[in-house]
């Protein structure tokens, strides 16, 4: 199994990331069609020999691999399994790759209905932020037959600089979990971290020269701390969507029995900011609630 020579790769999604990621797909040297449900926030990618394409659906004339960076399980459902959705007006052959974090059951659900159609479906939900989109350097962790992995490896390998195989269809997804719990309280010891220091009389810039390369350094301290410091709260990654995710890893983990106390304590406090109207600022917004 491998790539048609000169595939055309379609993009759904045209977001903080998912702008940064069709650029580098252009860069790369492929040809890329895309669609996201505004146009008019995608008018600057398409002045980067993006091409226009007025749905989903019509994308599947057109592309061989297509790739969906969308904002909830809802919008993947839709589609992919709605009632014009691509897996149902693909080619047989084509490759789709989802890589937006979503459920490991819809993942799993989308991968046995594309197998019924003779397509090949990985879910490859990333890590990285805009940061990591925009220098092609992110975490990619994915799910799906590891032979269908490794021929969208070239793919993978534009996007990111940590590409991991996980295993079956959901793998990906239920990693991206880990990782989001991991941030969860993470971003939590990051602002009170700050916090602390400024109400030492210390300068914060200064306490992350030494603590960042420490044993307590981590890609959110070295990363977001700094946003913090400068009163920078845009997004890299916007707060609603990471309370749909850890919506989604405290309902995988009460399925699987487990206590989350870090994540049940993280996702109140920014389901508070939300409430407060931050939720399309970026996660580093976290640190209004001690201001």
């Not at 492929?30 to 008018?43: D, I, M, N, S």
């Not at 809802?74 to 149902?88: A, M, N, R, T």
């Not at 890893?249 to 049940?264: F, I, K, N, R, V």
Request: aromatic share 6%.
């Amino acid at each position: 199994m491998e790539l048609k020579a000169n595939s055309t790769i379609g993009f759904i999604g045209l977001g903080v990331m998912g702008k940064s990621m069709a650029r580098n797909l252009v860069k790369a040297g492929y040809e890329v069609v895309a669609y996201t449900r505004t146009k008019e926030k995608a008018l600057d990618i398409l002045d980067d020999n993006v091409v226009w394409i007025e749905s989903p659906e019509a994308m599947t004339k057109k592309a061989d691999i297509i790739i969906t960076m969308v904002g909830y399980p809802s919008d993947v459902e839709q589609i992919y399994l709605g009632e014009k959705g691509i897996v149902h007006t693909a080619r047989p052959g084509s490759f789709l790759i989802d890589m937006t974090t979503s459920t490991p059951t819809l993942a799993k659900k989308i991968n046995n209905e594309s197998k019924k159609k003779g397509i090949y479906a990985v879910d490859a939900p990333v890590s990285g932020g805009d940061i990591g989109a925009r220098e092609g350097k992110l975490s990619i962790m994915v799910g799906g037959d590891q032979e269908v992995f490794e021929a969208l490896n070239p793919i993978f390998q534009v996007l990111g600089s940590n590409i991991v195989y996980q295993g079956s269809a959901g793998a990906g997804q239920h990693t991206k979990m880990c990782n989001q719990i991991a941030i969860a309280s993470n971003m939590l010891g990051v602002c009170e971290a700050v916090v602390y220091a400024e109400k030492a009389g210390l300068d914060p810039t200064t306490v992350l020269k030494s603590i960042s390369s420490g044993a307590a350094g981590s890609w959110s301290l070295s990363n977001l701390a700094p946003r913090i410091i400068e009163g920078d709260f845009s997004p890299g990654f916007y707060i609603k969507h990471f309370i749909k995710d850890m919506t989604i890893a405290l309902s995988e983990a009460e399925q699987m029995g487990m206590m989350t106390p870090g994540l049940s304590l993280a996702k109140s406090l920014y389901e508070k900011l939300a409430e407060q109207g931050e939720e399309n600022s970026g996660t580093q917004a976290l640190y209004k609630n001690w201001k």
